[in-house]
Structure formats: structure tokens, C-alpha cells
């Protein structure tokens, strides 16, 4: 017999919630769009009444994105369910997702409300919320710190109002698994009109069992998990889509038959998409999605996989989309044969971004003689993330190495205008750096700078991540590939001070912390 | 009442097996002394048989480092348990840890053999080995999948010939926590005689539930957890060490007061060593080690916890040694004052070591003005990984930018003499690394590289992992710091060769796949 288990996706909310990982709302549309083809079943696209900006990214998946049903966070609060209905109206398949502290901890040290107030806030939300749409999911936040009779009574209370799904959070990640599993179990058992609603569960990382309580609970009556790409999100995230996905896919006998509606093939893609828009990337010792997951170091396991694939490997690599990268065009290779290569690999191009990509393929060509199939994943990341681009990179001169002083001379277009500069610094980066904000003249910090190669090989490109950070703490992010190092590092801080530079001329403020309340 | 949960470190053998991830003689050490600081109970050091290298690491490791228990792994086979012998005797804590599939599944594609010639074969090796010691682990390979009747029988026939550990391994990483914990308390109940031995278990990551599968055990009889630092290992990993150790002192109510003999404040220091020395990085949203595992992005998080602690965060970053990165130093600090910031982070140098540490030091204030904790870290990291020197950086100058063709003149020294070169390249670092293969004239391949910067700011040090393989495959890691990435990347470069040069000069052979059989 088969459970389907419903896959609520929280990468755009939670998972955006990481240190760092804030998406614009160009990012946002894509990874939308990947979590569709993934096929999610609800889509958690952000906090409406958060600021401006979420407001706008959640109306434009409702209105753009088909497939999932489409969900909008909101406090249990009159002003923040009305916002979030504006955001989604017009979508058939919408969620309200409202939600309240129930913990006796946060009561006390947060909110300052009774039980029986949290109770009234609580009934009231779902119920307003219900006014506007059928789809309603309310969450009692630190729900595996609540006292469990009153758990049951809140849970009972907002399904007579209405409430179709109700979720049980693991905000803090404190929870063990049998106990968790106990827990769904016994609201299964206690809770007389369960029966009416899915129950949902969203469990935190914080002692490395997200994944494990979630199973937890889908053996004991689940029947929705909240999750995240990557398990990306605050402190050590939410449960991995990917981990719970494979976990009952390869042991359906353990969980009854259950399973999700998910097209595995479409993991990997999302797992590099999402490391790629937020720059938290992988370990390479991350289950299903880590770059190792699938090789083998040991001869002798190598024998026995020789031998039999199942003695040392449950999961194959080619179920998730992963594999080898290939190489698949040469510096003879024309623009159709780059076109039907986008095609296969599901890229979708508007015509003057391919121009762009096929441009810069022709170059890396020219260098690389062989290009991969990573290498053009990353050329098309750099030509169709949206950046508003005031600067542009046009010349730059760099003197560098060992007991020589860096240079850099630098020369930028600012709206068509050129603008030069030279510098020096402690590094050849650094006099990079120094040299562009001689010339960009915009108060930021530099917090993390990273370096991967796309592939092996001297001769890779090389993906420079950098995030800065303006005067109120934003976190804007920049990205560049190049076989130049140096190049590569230009062209991410150049993306990031766009970002910073547009999104100062545009954005709207978020909620401060102090005009906030709590979140699942 | 407290129950006292063994912890067995496998990271220097299972851990090593890692892709990549191979450590020489004097790292293996230097991270065995680290394990001895963190309070593990047992040290698996190596797999004495299977090398020449893992031999010398297992005896250097018995005879030099203080405290634990020190393992050497064994294939049930006389001339491994003799060889294991070799490498550990004259140490009074020493372990012989002797291995053998009992699945059927291994059984069949591998083995080759009937059950009741693996029981043979396992009772022969546990009695071999108790000629030479008090301390013998047994392990059924493969065990989660092993029908339980013949573990049980195989499991009670150790023990009668005195194996004083049986270990059950999830080597595939296909159990369910709730079947598992099954499974250890059926061994517990159907095994007339487990009450002489400690039942272990070692579970893999594949399915992301190798910690809740440890717990799982523990909960029900198992008195030894084997895991790794940073969960590394084969494919996706075993059980992290910090997790398993920390959720049991967040919770030991639900595990009947299960606690370890873990000195949790070493455990971030275990932590970035072993990420260190491998090149395998710890993803930002690692639970108890990752970078953002403490952090809060979301305002409204934020202010519960600033209203209280525990509203928000169950473990806190100082119980495991981690925090801020601090400026401790400047440019005016002297030699004493070095020392002495050493000596706080509980680093100890040779002279000549601290010599060049100190001189490094000096030139970093002079460029960066304020130094921190982690800089210095990654300077003395620098100066003390003992690296064979045959090639040595003395001179080197760049040229490269945007729309420019990259050159690179280096010098080396190789045993003390000049040796000169210039060549361009398709970027930067391909030019540097294109003379110094011209010099150095070495076949290998640059498998990987990657940079991150190890605190913020433009003028931070830039921490460069770059990875080889000769032409057997054998992969080896370098590692260069620097304020200038070009300076770091040559630093890196360098010292991998410098590895693969010594190698092949002194190393002898691994055991080929063909020869091996197996390992838990």
C-alpha cells in the first residue's frame, strides 16, 4: 500500500533565512522554477509582510510559477494574513501558512501571553485566514517544547476552525527521535478531529537528526514534511529535501509505503542551483547530494562494487541527477551544436543572454580545447543571474607574486561612462579590490571570498564567490567564472557592488526585529 | 544514573578513506595527539596490514601518544592479525579490531563462501588475536543487513573465544533508526553470553541518518558508538563524532543518563584540524561545527534570544570551543607576546618552527595590522605540517588581468639550487602552475582547488587547498596561506609536489584491490 507523503519545500523562506543567503527576486523566480520541475508540492516562497521585496517575490511565483501550490508565512496577526492574501490572490492553489509560539519558554520569555491568549490568537488567525481561501496551515511553533495536553487542545481548536494542515515544529532541533515520533503518535491518537487535517512536521538541525525525526514522525502519521534544498536555513538548518526524499525511496518497507511525488532525477540540479544562488555550498561528505556521496576510495570496497553494485552502494548516482561531468563540445563547436546542448540540459535562454553565453563559450574554448558540461552550467549562471549592471568590468592590469608589491589598474564603466584607477595592496586581490573601491566609492565590507574550480585541470574555470555587507548588515552576493583567477574575482565583487548599488536605490525596509514576533 | 558510552575515533582509518583525503605519518600524528585532547576513548589509527605507511602510523601512534586505547584494523586473516600485533605491541591500551562479512548479499558477490566458513573464519581471528592481547573487537561486516539468527550465532561465538567488543556495522548506511535500535536490543535479549562484551555499532551516512542510527543503539544496549571528526569518510560519511557526543549532553534524559568521556571544548579545534589536514570542508549549516551553526539571521530569532538564551538555541558555541575569531595581536607585538598567544592556543613548536611562524607573524602585522586567533592558526598550520622540502618558492612575478595574456616567472630552489622559468597561461594560477610543472618535471594532474579567506576584508589571509594524483591515483594535498592568492596558490603547489616527490621516493605499495577483501 502507498502513503503519499506531501513535500513542503521551505528553501525560499527558512532556507533564505540562513546567514548570508538572501536572494533577490530574479533568484528567487528561478529556484521557484527548479522546485517545480522537482515537483514539491507546496512551495513556501517567503514572509509577505516581511518587507517589500518578499512581498513582490511571493506575488510573482503565485502568479508565474505552475505546478505547486504556493505558500505565504505570515504571523498570527490580522494585518499580516491580509498581506499575505494580497500576495497570493488570483492563485488557485494557495496556502496561508500562520503560525504561534506554544512553548511555555517562549510564552514566558517572548510573547508574555497566557496559554488561553496564545489559544484566541491562534483560532482567530486560521479563522481569518480561512475567510480568504480554503488552504490553511497553522504551526505552533516550539511545538516539541509544548506541554503535550496543550499541544493537543490548540491542534484541536484551529482544525474546528478550519485549519487543513497543522504543523509541529522542532524550532530549537531538541528533539530525539523516538520521543518526536511518540508525539505525532499521540496526537494521532488524542486529538479527535485529526482526522481532518494533514499533520506536518518541520524539524531543525541543531543536534544533526532533522532528517531522522522527520522519519520519525512520518512512521507515527505524518503526512507532510517541511524541508529544505541542501537543508540550508538558520543555525545548522532545516531537514534536507534530498535526504528525506532518498531515505524513503530506498526503505519504503520501513515507513509503510510511503513516498513523495518527487522527480529525483531533478535533486542534483537542485542542490547545485541552490548552492550556487545562496554560496553556502556542500560538504563533499553530504548524503545523496555530496560530491563524494557516490565514489569510493577503499580498493577494497571497489572490488566488491565491481563484484555487485548493491554490496556497497544503496543509492545510484544516476537516481538524482548526479554523475560525471562530461565533455561535450570543442572549440569547433558552432552555435547550434551550443544551443541543443542548453536544450538537454533544460536551459532555457532569452536570445540576447545566449549571445552573451555563446560568446564567452567560444573564448573558454579557444583556452580550454574541451568544455564540460559543468563549465557551461557556470558560463550560463554568469550571463542570466539578472544583475541591473551599473558597473562593468572593461580593462583591468594586475602585477602580483612573491616579494613584489600588487598592482592593479583598473578601468570601469559607470552607466556607458569609463572610469579608471590604480592601486595598490597587500595581495593581488586585495589590490583589486582596493582599486574598485577608489572607483565605486560605496561604504560596504567584504565578508567571505571563496574559490572553487569547476573542474580539474590547470586550465578550469574558476568560480570566485564573494559576500559583502552594507552599513545596515545586508548581505549582497557576487559571483564570477573565468579561467583567470584574477578576472574571476573582478567580475563577483563588480556583481555584488550592482546588487548593493540597485538594491539601495530600490528596496523597501524589512521588519526590525523589534517589530516581529517568531517563526517556525 | 550515568551510563558510560565508549567513543572509538575512526577518523584516522575510516575517515582517511575518504576520496582524497590521505593523510602522511606526521599529520596522522599530529591529529592523533588532538583525538587524545579531545578525550576519545579509542583511537583507530590505521589498518597496519594494508601499507608500509599505515603501518609506521600505527606504531608511531602506539608508542608516542598518551590516554586512549590504540586500534589497528585486521582482516580476519592470521598474517593481518600478526601484522597488527607487530604494530602495536609494547603498548599496554592497545586493540586488535578484526573484521568479516556476514551478509549474505557479501557472502555471495564477494566472499564466496558459506556462513559456516565465515563462523570458522571469525572464530579463528578473534582467537588468534586473544594470543596476543586482552582486547579484541570483533565486527560483522555488513551486519544491518545479515539475518539475525546468524549474527546472533556469530556474535555469541566471538565472545566465546573472548572478543571483549562486537562491533555491528551499518556499512551500507541502509538502516532505519527504529529497525536498528530493534536489532541491537534482539542481540541484547538472545545472546546468552553479551554481557561479557560491549556491544558497538558504526554506521555510515548514506540515507543522512548515520547519528539517529548511533543514538538509535545506544538507546537500546549499545555501549560503544565508532564515528568519525566531521562525520568524514566513505561515500557520505560515518556519524560525526560531535554530534553523537553532544546530543547525548543535550539530552540525556531520553538515552537513561548515556553520556561520554568526550572534553567537549576541544571539539572545534578537532574539528577544523581534521577539515584542515584533509581539504574536506565543513559546510556553514554543519550541526554543532558549521560556521552558521550558532548564527541567527532572522530578526525575529534574534530577539528572543536576546530575551533568553535557551527561546532560540539549545547548545551554545563556547561548550564546544568555538566563537568569534579575536584580534590578539598587532604590529608592534613582540616575540614574547607570540609565544605567549601560542601557548594560550595550546600550540607547541619546535624552535626553528616558531622561528619561521614568528617571521611569517611579522610580515602578516606589518601588512594586515591587526592579526587574529585564526590567522595565526593558519600561519603555524603553514609552518608545522613537517613537509619534506625538496622544492623551495624563492622568487616568483605575475602578470594578468582582464583582455591580458597571464605570465608567470618563477624560481624555485630544488635542493638548494636556482632553477628559473617563465610561461603564460590560460589565467593566472594555470601560468604559475605551467612553469613550476616546467621546473619541477613531475607527471600529475591538479585534481582540485579551492581558496577561502580565513577571516573578512580585502586584506585577509587567503588559505589556498589545492589537490594532486600521480599517475597511480595516489592523491595528495597541498596547502599554501598568504595575503597574495598568486603567492598562496604557488605555496600550495609546491608543497603537494613536494609531497609526491617524497612519496615516490620512500613509499611502498598499498595493498591492490585484488589482495584486500573487505572493511566495516
Known sequence: MKRRIVIFDTTLRDGEQSPGASMNIEEKFALAEQLARLGVDVIEAGFPASSGGDFEAVQL????????????????????????????????????????????????????????????????????????????????????????????????????VGATTVNIPDTVGYAQPAEFGAMIRALTERVPNIGQAVISVHCHNDLGLAVANSLAAVANGAGQVECTVNGIGERAGNAALEEVVMALRTRPDAYGGADTGINAKEIYRASRLVSDLTGIMVQPNKAVVGSNAFAHESGIHQHGLRAHRSTYEILDARAVGAGESKLVLGKHSGRHAFEAQLREMGMELAPEQLARAFTRFKELADKKKEVSDRDIESIVADETRAVHEIFHLDYMHVVGGSGILPTATVRLLRDGEPIEQAALGVGSVDAIYTTIDQLVKLPHKLVDYTVKSVTGGTDALGEVTVRLTDESGRVYLGRGASTDILDASARAYVQALNKLAYDHETRAGRVTPEEAQGQP
Do not use: N
Open 61 to 160: 511565483i503565485a502568479q508565474k510559477v505552475k505546478g505547486p501550490v504556493i505558500a505565504g508565512l505570515c504571523r498570527a496577526l490580522p494585518e499580516d494574513i491580509d498581506r499575505g492574501w494580497e500576495a497570493l490572490k488570483g492563485r488557485a492553489q494557495a496556502r496561508i501558512h500562520t503560525f504561534l509560539s506554544t512553548s511555555d519558554i517562549h510564552l514566558e520569555h517572548q510573547f508574555k501571553r497566557s496559554r488561553e491568549q496564545i489559544l484566541e490568537m491562534a483560532v482567530a488567525a486560521v479563522a481569518r485566514a480561512k475567510g480568504y481561501l480554503e488552504d490553511v496551515e497553522f504551526s505552533a511553533m516550539d511545538a516539541s517544547r509544548t506541554e503535550l495536553d496543550y499541544l493537543c487542545q490548540v491542534v484541536q481548536a484551529v482544525i474546528e
